[in-house]
């Protein structure tokens, strides 16, 4: 059963309409939890829109990367495992370092 305020659409039509609502809500889910976007810092659409396309982008490469690599880890794994490594802080040897 579903409630709607808007008696001029059919049954049929009003149900489409919240299936079609529940599939964004489930990409908005999938976004937010599994490509570790957090929030958005700024509330415009470009901006929103610029920072799902980037990660999206982003998964993509890692997804391409996985598979010519032939790597078995799921593709939210190995997202993990970059993430982690990206954000240790680690000390560069000046010694080492030749320009």
Request: charged share 20%; proline share 2%; net charge positive.
């Amino acid at each position: 059963m579903f409630l709607t305020n808007n008696f001029d659409l059919p049954a049929m039509t009003v149900a489409a309409l919240c299936k079609s609502r529940w599939q964004v809500e489930l990409i908005l889910e999938r976004i937010t939890l599994h490509l570790r976007i957090k929030s958005f810092h700024d509330t415009s659409e470009h901006a929103a829109k610029s920072r799902v396309w980037t990660v999206v982008s982003g998964c993509v490469l890692v997804a391409i990367f996985r598979k010519r690599l032939g790597s078995e880890l799921c593709l939210c794994t190995v997202l993990q495992i970059l993430d982690v490594t990206l954000r240790e802080k680690t000390t560069l040897n000046p010694a080492a370092c030749r320009f």
